[in-house]
């Protein structure tokens, strides 16, 4: 798909690190201008580095999405520089693992705050670009949407949420000619994987290296998916060739869900 995404501007949140900067990177290798979000400038500054040796260098944005206020300010920033969006890719949002009794509740708060309540504005601030171009929404959430794990209550909860809500907005979709979709990543070789691990590790006592090769022993899986894996699957949903796909989750996790779905 050389060139695929020429003249187009694609939002991703948590565009700095991981999976959506890795997502920024392969759009601007397609001709897209990017817009990258994330609250530290550090980050920030590398990914420009990264995406720019790609393509077109991105706006960089540095706000807070946890607050309606932060989004806002990521919204007029695109509105300011492009007053245009093609595609928005919602991979903001880092929750806590560990034992429920030990979870405080300022943890599920702000886990729902970056990863569901983010996505929902960020939704509703561009959706009328979106929809002038005939756009896609991109929702990047996890398999523990639908595989609950004790150690892992408040991701599986946001993640699920996550999921009712891109499909109830796919229909709003199917009206208005703009594609949502959600992408549920397994274990996925990130800094992101290994900050879970280290908390897993501290709730159970075990070593980080015997839980990495329990999850790949457990789940009978290959490897662990990289954050390149998650991006080819993007792509393919915001080209042509994945235009009738609408109101999807697709699992990319090797295997490792167990279920029919």
């Given at each position: 798909m050389p060139g695929e995404f020429e003249g187009e501007v694609v939002v991703v949140t948590g565009g700095s690190r991981g999976i959506g900067r890795e997502i920024a990177v392969d759009f601007a290798r397609q001709g897209a201008q990017t817009a990258i979000i994330s609250s530290s400038e550090a980050h920030l500054a590398d990914a420009v580095k990264i995406i720019g040796?790609?393509?077109?260098?991105?706006?960089?944005?540095?706000?807070?999405?946890?607050?309606?206020?932060?989004?806002?300010?990521?919204?007029?920033?695109?509105?300011?520089?492009?007053?245009?969006?093609?595609?928005?890719?919602?991979?903001?949002?880092?929750?806590?693992?560990?034992?429920?009794?030990?979870?405080?509740?300022?943890?599920?708060?702000?886990?729902?705050?970056?990863?569901?309540?983010?996505?929902?504005?960020?939704?509703?601030?561009?959706?009328?670009?979106?929809?002038?171009?005939?756009?896609?929404?991109?929702?990047?959430?996890?398999?523990?949407?639908?595989?609950?794990?004790?150690?892992?209550?408040?991701?599986?909860?946001?993640?699920?949420?996550?999921?009712?809500?891109?499909?109830?907005?796919?229909?709003?979709?199917?009206?208005?000619?703009?594609?949502?979709?959600?992408?549920?990543?397994?274990?996925?070789?990130t800094e992101r994987f290994y900050q879970l691990i280290e908390m897993r590790s501290k709730a159970s006592g075990k070593p980080v290296e015997q839980l990495k090769q329990e999850a790949l022993m457990k789940d009978g899986i290959r490897r662990l998916a990289t954050a390149q894996d998650i991006s080819a699957l993007a792509l393919f949903l915001c080209s042509e060739k994945g235009r009738h796909i609408q109101g999807t989750a697709i699992a990319v996790d090797g295997g490792a869900t167990v279920g029919y779905y």
């Amino acid at each position: 798909m050389p060139g695929e995404f020429e003249g187009e501007v694609v939002v991703v949140t948590g565009g700095s690190r991981g999976i959506g900067r890795e997502i920024a990177v392969d759009f601007a290798r397609q001709g897209a201008q990017t817009a990258i979000i994330s609250s530290s400038e550090a980050h920030l500054a590398d990914a420009v580095k990264i995406i720019g040796a790609a393509g077109l260098a991105p706006l960089a944005i540095t706000t807070d999405l946890r607050t309606l206020e932060g989004c806002q300010k990521a919204f007029e920033a695109v509105k300011a520089e492009f007053n245009r969006c093609d595609v928005l890719v919602n991979s903001a949002g880092a929750t806590r693992a560990g034992n429920f009794v030990e979870l405080p509740d300022n943890a599920w708060m702000d886990g729902y705050a970056l990863k569901f309540f983010a996505c929902v504005r960020m939704c509703r601030l561009f959706w009328p670009m979106l929809a002038a171009a005939h756009g896609n929404v991109i929702n990047i959430s996890g398999v523990a949407a639908h595989s609950p794990g004790a150690d892992f209550t408040i991701g599986g909860s946001v993640n699920a949420a996550m999921g009712n809500f891109s499909k109830g907005l796919s229909q709003q979709g199917k009206k208005d000619d703009v594609n949502v979709n959600v992408i549920h990543p397994g274990a996925t070789e990130t800094e992101r994987f290994y900050q879970l691990i280290e908390m897993r590790s501290k709730a159970s006592g075990k070593p980080v290296e015997q839980l990495k090769q329990e999850a790949l022993m457990k789940d009978g899986i290959r490897r662990l998916a990289t954050a390149q894996d998650i991006s080819a699957l993007a792509l393919f949903l915001c080209s042509e060739k994945g235009r009738h796909i609408q109101g999807t989750a697709i699992a990319v996790d090797g295997g490792a869900t167990v279920g029919y779905y």
